[in-house]
């Protein structure tokens, strides 16, 4: 009996260890026949109109506008942009095949993106969202990535809303700075269902800053 008890339980082990290592398998590698490369990532300040795309943000949490509307250098206007980003993107094929073939791509395997999720976090390990660095959080893009050259996809990377709360509100009048780094994760699916997705981090520095 003690034999049989031992040998149920080791089996349900193995059963167990299987279906874990089975579950790691599917989230690691997914299904697609393809992995979406990112080439780049950038950030483009908030500000009253144009802005160039940079390899890592300086967000500033309230800005003087000083011109347009009523706002002038005798009566300026602190005003909150959010932050844009910037990503090019790529498909590769899993499968590079046998000596001598050559695989390609088909329409099949063009990716379209449908949502970003960022987060942030220190290399201080101080990470409570509200407390040591803004929330993380969704937002919708759509573009597709097709099988040939690559893509600019261009998302939300700081929130109007994240600079009114905690911690960033309070970077305004303090002169203190925060710095992150920001996890870009880009989601997406190809034309036959399979979900992909790919992760890009870029750094982000908050606070005060003088307003050119």
């Given amino acids: 009996m003690k034999a049989m008890r031992f ?14 290592t089975s579950c790691g398998s599917v989230v690691r590698n997914g299904s697609s026949p393809v992995f979406l490369v990112i080439d780049s990532l950038a950030a483009i300040r908030g500000q009253q109109s144009g802005g160039t795309a940079a390899s890592a943000l300086t967000s500033d949490v309230i800005t003087i506008v000083t011109t347009g509307g009523a706002c002038s250098t005798v009566n300026p206007c602190p005003t909150i942009f959010g932050d844009g980003g910037q990503a090019v993107l790529h498909l590769n094929l899993k499968d590079i095949g046998l000596p001598g073939s050559t695989p390609t791509l088909t329409s099949n395997n063009q990716v379209t ?12 390990g ?64 190809d034309t036959v269902g399979n979900q992909i997705v790919v992760t890009g981090s870029i750094s982000v520095n908050f606070g005060n800053f003088g307003d050119a």
Avoid: C, M, W
């Fill in 113 to 124: 993106i449908t949502r970003v999720h960022i987060a942030y976090r220190r290399t201080d």
């Fill in 7 to 20: 040998l149920s339980r080791a089996l349900t082990a193995i059963a167990l260890i299987a279906a874990t």
């Fill in 126 to 189: 101080r990470n409570q969202e509200g407390v040591d660095v803004p929330y993380a959080f969704d937002t919708s893009t759509t573009a597709t990535v097709g099988i040939s050259g690559n893509v600019t996809v261009g998302f939300e990377l700081v929130r109007i809303q994240a600079k009114q709360e905690a911690p960033l509100v309070g970077l305004r009048a303090s002169g203190v700075f925060i710095s992150t780094i920001a996890d870009v994760t880009i989601i997406g699916q």
